[in-house]
């Protein structure tokens, strides 16, 4: 195929658009290149965990002994006769 100037041609001139005497005329809608975007989303959710804590109390009772003296008396009476006789043994030796 030649391309002459006062010819009309059916060079393409990117995508879907043909060039025609100098003159581009649309023939189908032109598709740019693709822009891709990148959209980072975040999302936040709260997870419930549960923790049991169990406490246990112990009560230790100590019992610490003490040992305190209580002192007592006692009281003894004893009685010793010392008697030598009687009044009679000397009656008996010719006193009366």
């Known amino acids: 195929m030649l391309f002459g100037k006062n010819k009309c041609c059916d060079r393409q001139m990117g995508y879907g658009m043909t060039m025609m ?3 581009c005329t ?3 809608p032109i ?3 693709a822009i891709n975007k ?3 989303r ?3 959710h709260e997870v419930q965990h549960v923790c049991p804590i169990h406490t246990h109390v112990i009560n230790k009772h100590i019992y610490n002994h003490t040992y ?4 007592s008396c006692s009281e003894e009476n004893q009685v010793i ?3 030598p ?6 009656a008996n030796n010719g006193w009366m």
């Open 21 to 23: 005497d100098n003159c």
């Open 26 to 28: 649309p023939q189908c």
């Open 31 to 33: 598709v740019e290149p």
């Open 38 to 40: 990148c959209v980072e």
């Open 42 to 44: 975040e999302f936040c």
């Open 68 to 71: 305190t003296p209580e002192y």
């Open 81 to 83: 006769n010392n008697d």
């Open 85 to 90: 006789g009687s009044c009679c043994q000397f």
